[in-house]
Nanobody, 128 residues
Framework: QVQLVESGGGLVQAGASLRLSCAASGRAVSSYPMGWWRQAPGKEREIVAAISWNSPKTYYADSMKGRFTISRDNAKNTVYLQMNRLEPEDTAVYYC?????????????????????WGQGTQVTVSS
């Protein structure tokens, strides 16, 4: 079993930066593609970014391109999301997820059903 714990969220002003971390335990996720998702109040959970297990492939939702960067350190069993130029519209709970079904495949999945393990989320609030 895999446990994912997100950290790094908080309250910031528009234009600020935050770096989210997702630490995995229970089983190494170094061979799993990973993703960051977010869910704002009253909205569906949406993909933010995804990264393949060995990092060459990444995927970003259109509104995050150029502002957010996903990365991973497999030696630390940790995935990161660097968020720059934050906007009030980025306010949401951010979730980390792991895709066991694509273990060791060079895929950065972007559909919610492709993810098997989820963290509890970390709140990001951006004030205007």
């Amino acid at each position: 079993q895999v446990q994912l714990v997100e950290s790094g969220g908080g309250l910031v002003q528009a234009g600020a930066s935050l770096r989210l971390s997702c630490a995995a335990s229970g089983r190494a996720v170094s061979s799993y593609p990973m993703g960051w998702w977010r869910q704002a109040p009253g909205k569906e959970r949406e993909i933010v970014a995804a990264i393949s297990w060995n990092s060459p492939k990444t995927y970003y939702a259109d509104s995050m391109k150029g502002r957010f960067t996903i990365s991973r350190d497999n030696a630390k069993n940790t995935v990161y999301l660097q968020m720059n130029r934050l906007e009030p519209e980025d306010t949401a709970v951010y979730y980390c997820a792991a895709s066991r079904i694509y273990e060791s495949e060079d895929i950065a999945p972007w559909y919610i059903y492709e993810y098997d393990y989820w963290g509890q989320g970390t709140q990001v609030t951006v004030s205007s």
